[in-house]
């Protein structure tokens, strides 16, 4: 059997409802030399017969399908699992409920040199049935924040096998395997396209806090922390940010992104 050019990969867990979007998604896709694999937690929601019914529909697509449902350790030791069970030469990460931008996402990432080791895109947002375009940022930006979102990226299976998600960060891992290639000097390039589409409220942004400390970890292990003014500002920022959010409640957050995405 000929291996495909992309893994495409989902972990998740008890999200059948999200997950058939992102299955809708790929199955519309014009390009279809690639794999997919989904890699489920253990569910006990309906998640594992619906992973039952997918084979036949891919399989009319000539698109290879796997799935296994076991427990795990959380969401990067799912990944890394998906990893190990990928063909392709590049990998790419949607979550349940995640789409790709229209019908020829892949079709125009592939017509695209391929020269690089990491490849990222644009990624349209959904909040409250809002959507709004969110560009990539300069690559310099993952010192402090995610410079595009994970689900825009396409990464080369070896180096993913080489420097797999550290376990010990719940939230964060895929942060700090960007920022670590990037500090390596791994080639990054930018794709000037929306590739995904995804809904604000996942698990990194249900988690602020915790996602916060564990990238001030981050930074200090990999070399990057530095207590400055800019520093000082951003952290008075962020916990400004939670004080009013404790204060007031997910009701003035919610108006905050309305207002963001008009």
Same mark, same amino acid.
């Given at each position: ?23 809708? @998604? ?66 790419? $990460? ?8 229209? !019908? ?6 592939? !017509? ?35 410079? $595009? ?18 376990? @010990? ?10 920022? !670590? ?22 698990? @990194? ?22 207590? #400055? ?13 939670? #004080? ?19």
């Amino acid at each position: 059997m000929d291996m495909p050019t992309l893994s495409v990969i989902t972990v998740c867990f008890r999200a059948k409802e999200a997950l058939s979007a992102t299955v809708d @998604s790929l199955l519309q896709q014009t390009w279809t030399d690639f794999e997919y694999l989904v890699i489920d937690g253990g569910s006990d929601d309906g998640t594992v017969p619906f992973l039952g019914q997918l084979e036949p529909l891919f399989s009319a697509k000539q698109i290879p399908f796997f799935c296994s449902s076991e427990p795990d350790h959380g969401i990067y030791d799912a990944m890394n699992k998906g990893v190990k069970k990928a063909h392709g030469k590049w990998l790419l $990460f949607l979550n349940a409920g995640d789409l790709l931008a229209d !019908a020829t996402t892949l079709e125009q990432v592939f !017509a695209h040199p391929m020269d690089a080791s990491i490849l990222y895109g644009d990624t349209l947002c959904i909040y409250e049935s809002k959507t709004k375009l969110y560009p990539a940022l300069p690559l310099d930006h993952l010192t402090y924040e995610m410079a $595009f979102c994970h689900q825009s990226v396409f990464v080369k299976r070896d180096l993913l096998l080489e420097h797999p998600y550290d376990v @010990s960060y719940r939230v964060c891992a895929d942060h700090e395997f960007f920022l !670590a290639m990037y500090l390596k000097g791994v080639s990054f390039d930018y794709l000037p396209i929306p590739v995904s589409v995804y809904e604000i409220a996942g698990f @990194s942004d249900q988690n602020k806090l915790l996602s916060h400390k564990e990238k001030i970890r981050m930074q200090k292990k990999l070399g990057v922390f530095h207590v #400055t003014p800019f520093w000082i500002l951003r952290e008075c920022s962020f916990y400004a940010k939670q #004080t009013i959010k404790n204060l007031f409640g997910q009701k003035l957050i919610r108006a905050v992104r309305k207002r963001r995405l008009h």
